[in-house]
């Protein structure tokens, strides 16, 4: 059992930033994939970033979504079982739920679909104004 716990949302200003954290129990957590999810009221959730294992302790593969590419990057600290989110230069659109996410699995052509993964964060709230 893994759990995820957020912190880190918040109002921010239009391209203003904002640093979303994630803790992770448990003691695989270094070979988990892990992933940044977004939902807003009324639509289904979207994938913002995945950072994956690939077999090297000190390689892991980053994703992005389109949306965000180049504004937002996702890291990990193995050490203290946390994966961050800095998201720069904001837009009123990224007003979301970001939800953390984690899996045991992972793919070497393709990120994760959300069913894929087992273990989810409780959300954390962020809102840009514009």
């Known amino acids: 059992q893994v759990l995820l716990v957020e912190s880190g949302g918040g109002l921010v200003q239009a391209g203003g930033s904002l640093r979303l954290s994630c803790t992770a129990s448990g003691r695989t957590f270094s070979a988990y994939t892990m992933a940044w999810f977004r939902q807003v009221p009324g639509k289904e959730r979207e994938f913002v970033s995945e950072?994956?294992?690939?077999?090297?302790?000190?390689?892991?593969?980053?994703y992005y979504a389109d949306s965000v590419r180049g504004r937002f990057t996702i890291s990990r600290d193995n050490a203290k079982n946390t994966v961050s989110l800095q998201m720069n230069s904001l837009k009123p659109e990224d007003t979301a739920v970001y939800y953390c996410?984690?899996?045991?699995?992972?793919?070497?052509?393709?990120?994760?679909?959300?069913?894929?993964?087992?273990?989810w964060g409780q959300g954390t709230q962020v809102t840009v104004s514009s």
């Open positions: 996410a984690a899996s045991p699995l992972a793919s070497s052509s393709r990120t994760l679909h959300p069913h894929e993964y087992n273990y």
């Open positions: 950072i994956t294992w690939r077999g090297d302790s000190t390689y892991y593969a980053t």
